[in-house]
């Protein structure tokens, strides 16, 4: 088993983005990384930060990373948020709207790539053997 959000997970998690085609045509412009961070919340009390190197449709790899690292996107919100995405229970652009994730970086960029969005999240959704403690 591995652990939703960790640096072993990232990496199943950057295989399936590379393995799928529709990911890679929904987002063969996409330019952008990201660091996703999950904040300790009731089911699970570690922060966890996840860099995620996106770039026409591929992913040049993932890792755990610091407070530190820069990124064109950061979209961070509380752990239970993001099993509900992984579990397909919350749309990740709909729990940006409604406040349940807080995103740094331009917006209107993510809005033109919604495909590319839900493609990912159906990504996430494929890391064979996820535990997700406290669930």
Partial sequence: MVIFGSDEWGKGFCKKLNESEAYKKAAETWEGDFVFIMHPDEKFD??????????????????????????????????????????KELDPIQGLMTGKFKLEGDMAKIMRATKAAVELVNCVTKVEDTEFPGF
């Fill in 46 to 87: 570690e922060e966890m930060r996840l860099y995620v190197d996106l770039w026409h449709g591929d992913c040049r790899g993932t890792e755990s990373c610091g407070p530190d690292q820069e990124a064109e996107f950061i979209m961070s919100g509380p752990y239970t948020n993001w099993v509900k995405v992984a579990k």
